[in-house]
Nanobody
Framework: QVQLVESGGGLVQAGASLRLSCAASGRTSSTYVMGWFRQAPGKEREFVAAISWSGGVTDYAEPVKGRFTISRDNAKNTVYLQMNSLKPEDTAVYYC?????????????????WGQGTQVTVSS
């Protein structure tokens, strides 16, 4: 089992920045992909970003490209999501996810473990 704990969410004004963190613990494998997804009220969960074990491969959803940056610290088993220039449409619950296969993908169903989520609210 792998446990994921997100932190860093909050209420901010449009244009502000937030950094989300997700710490993994338990039976993490030697290499794994970490991803971020989000779900807004009344909408389906959507992919935000993902990063390979080495950090050499990253992928971003179009709405966040150029504004969000995913990174990781493997010594701490932690992945980060730096969110800049936040917009009201970024308001959602953000979830981190763990994928044992070290291949970056956007499909949530292929991720093995999920965190509880952290709320991000951006006011206009």
């Amino acid at each position: 089992q792998v446990q994921l704990v997100e932190s860093g969410g909050g209420l901010v004004q449009a244009g502000a920045s937030l950094r989300l963190s997700c710490a993994a613990s338990g039976r993490t494998s030697s290499t794994y992909v970490m991803g971020w997804f989000r779900q807004a009220p009344g909408k389906e969960r959507e992919f935000v970003a993902a990063i390979s074990w080495s950090g050499g491969v990253t992928d971003y959803a179009e709405p966040v490209k150029g504004r969000f940056t995913i990174s990781r610290d493997n010594a701490k088993n932690t992945v980060y999501l730096q969110m800049n220039s936040l917009k009201p449409e970024d308001t959602a619950v953000y979830y981190c996810a763990f994928r044992r296969q070290n291949i970056v993908v956007r499909i949530g169903a292929t991720y093995d473990y999920w965190g509880q989520g952290t709320q991000v609210t951006v006011s206009s």
